[in-house]
């Protein structure tokens, strides 16, 4: 991929934040990844898996994300530091970056885009006012200056973020939110974005369906944005087609394991679908694949999937046997040497 693609990501010591043993994951636990420049930019990065359902009551984060979290962390300090190495981009300005954790989560995201609209509002002059304060001058503690905000990854929080940063004119840039939704600019005015919409992947998933002629097949989708705008958009092309749909389900990604059991057995009533189209998320690809394995069925379907899934080593890992013969999409990134030489040097000894 592009490093311009890329470069917002996040920090591999510096932004883990793993909440005690019963404690809730409140802002106060929440850390932050800064690199101090003239101008900053907030970046929102999952660096954590999104809440499981009994833990979203109290917004506690799940595990550690090392490909969609730590990864692009990194290359977020990467890019910048190239920026700010270069005369010709930037002369005598010092990019920064703060980093913020959004779990892959609309309410943490919300909660974190909330801290960069008040350093992007915050008085300059240190006064402070209203009702029970004193106009006394006090000394401003604030020295970001945030003038936009890159993220967060999935097209779903993207929106709600975006909801929220245009009632304050703050730019947003997307790395990774594909919805095609987001391409209106007469709802997402200040939103724009590095990658292409969804409506291309249903496109080539519909090219791949025809070229083998397969006219009968299931669908499952992610339940958020991301899945439902992408299957409408697939769903379209497929009646264009004159291609059939046998199944239809869609599956939030945190569910428990047994929704994506009963996901499975629906899809197994469509006994002449061999063909599962997931417009997914890639670990609603994942809990979809580990419960074709728990229910003895792996070799029953063909998975195509949208780019959620596609070179994902941890949406494969420990069920590569049963990921085999699908396929998927991933969108035209070429690779970044620099990073793999710079990622792989790091150490936590190094990476303060």
Same mark, same amino acid.
């Not at 003239?38 to 359902?53: M, W």
């Not at 290359?75 to 010092?94: H, R």
């Not at 724009?192 to 025809?210: C, F, K, N, T």
């Given at each position: 991929?592009?490093?311009?693609?890329?470069?917002?990501?996040?920090?591999?010591?510096?932004?883990?934040?793993?909440?005690?043993?019963?404690?809730?994951?409140?802002?106060?636990?929440?850390?932050?990844?800064?690199?101090?420049?003239?101008?900053?930019?907030?970046?929102?990065?999952?660096?954590?898996?999104?809440?499981?359902?009994?833990?979203?009551?109290?917004?506690?984060?799940?595990?550690?994300?090392?490909?969609?979290?730590?990864?692009?962390?990194?290359?977020?300090?990467?890019?910048?530091?190239?920026?700010?190495?270069? %005369?010709?981009?930037?002369?005598?300005?010092?990019?920064?970056?703060?980093?913020?954790?959004?779990?892959?989560?609309?309410?943490?995201?919300?909660?974190?885009?909330?801290?960069?609209?008040?350093?992007?509002?915050?008085? %300059?002059?240190?006064?402070?006012?209203?009702?029970?304060?004193?106009?006394?001058?006090?000394?401003?503690?604030?020295?970001?200056?945030?003038? $936009?905000?890159?993220?967060?990854?999935?097209?779903?929080?993207?929106?709600?973020?975006?909801?929220?940063?245009?009632?304050?004119?703050?730019?947003?840039? $997307?790395?990774?939110?594909?919805?095609?939704?987001?391409?209106?600019?007469?709802?997402?005015?200040?939103?724009?974005? #590095?990658? %292409?919409?969804?409506?291309?992947?249903?496109?080539?998933?519909?090219?791949?369906?025809?070229?083998?002629?397969?006219?009968?097949?299931?669908?499952?989708?992610?339940?958020?944005?991301?899945?439902?705008?992408?299957?409408?958009?697939?769903?379209?092309?497929?009646?264009?087609?004159?291609?059939?749909?046998?199944?239809?389900?869609?599956?939030?990604?945190?569910?428990?394991?047994?929704?994506?059991?009963?996901?499975?057995?629906?899809?197994?009533?469509?006994?002449?679908?061999? #063909?599962?189209?997931?417009?997914?998320?890639?670990?609603?690809?994942?809990?979809?694949?580990?419960?074709?394995?728990?229910?003895?069925?792996?070799?029953?379907?063909?998975?195509?999937?949208?780019?959620?899934?596609?070179?994902?080593?941890? #949406?494969?890992?420990?069920?590569?046997? #049963?990921?085999?013969?699908?396929?998927?999409?991933?969108?035209?990134?070429?690779?970044?040497?620099?990073?793999?030489?710079?990622?792989?040097?790091?150490?936590?000894?190094?990476?303060?």
């Amino acid at each position: 991929m592009s490093l311009s693609g890329w470069w917002l990501g996040f920090a591999l010591v510096v932004l883990i934040a793993t909440p005690e043993q019963g404690e809730t994951f409140m802002q106060k636990n929440r850390k932050t990844a800064l690199l101090q420049g003239d101008i900053l930019i907030g970046a929102l990065v999952s660096v954590h898996h999104q809440p499981k359902k009994q833990s979203i009551k109290t917004h506690t984060c799940g595990e550690i994300r090392e490909q969609y979290g730590i990864q692009r962390v990194e290359a977020a300090f990467q890019a910048v530091d190239e920026i700010n190495s270069n %005369p010709d981009l930037l002369p005598n300005i010092t990019l920064g970056i703060e980093i913020r954790d959004s779990c892959w989560y609309s309410s943490i995201a919300l909660e974190q885009s909330l801290e960069f609209i008040r350093d992007a509002l915050s008085d %300059p002059s240190g006064l402070s006012s209203g009702a029970g304060s004193s106009l006394c001058p006090r000394p401003n503690n604030r020295t970001k200056n945030i003038v $936009g905000v890159v993220g967060p990854g999935s097209s779903a929080v993207t929106i709600q973020v975006q909801n929220l940063l245009q009632l304050f004119n703050i730019p947003q840039v $997307g790395y990774s939110a594909t919805s095609r939704d987001l391409s209106d600019k007469s709802r997402f005015s200040d939103f724009l974005r #590095v990658v %292409p919409s969804d409506y291309y992947q249903a496109q080539v998933m519909i090219d791949i369906v025809r070229h083998y002629n397969w006219t009968y097949v299931s669908t499952v989708h992610t339940d958020g944005n991301y899945g439902q705008s992408g299957m409408t958009a697939f769903k379209e092309l497929a009646e264009q087609f004159n291609l059939c749909i046998a199944k239809e389900d869609t599956v939030l990604s945190n569910a428990e394991d047994f929704v994506y059991d009963e996901v499975i057995k629906r899809l197994l009533e469509a006994e002449r679908a061999n #063909v599962v189209v997931c417009f997914c998320e890639g670990m609603t690809v994942r809990n979809l694949f580990k419960a074709t394995k728990r229910n003895n069925v792996t070799s029953r379907f063909l998975f195509i999937g949208s780019d959620g899934w596609a070179d994902r080593t941890d #949406v494969v890992k420990g069920l590569e046997d #049963v990921f085999i013969g699908g396929i998927s999409i991933k969108i035209t990134s070429p690779y970044v040497h620099t990073f793999d030489e710079l990622y792989f040097n790091l150490s936590p000894f190094n990476n303060t």
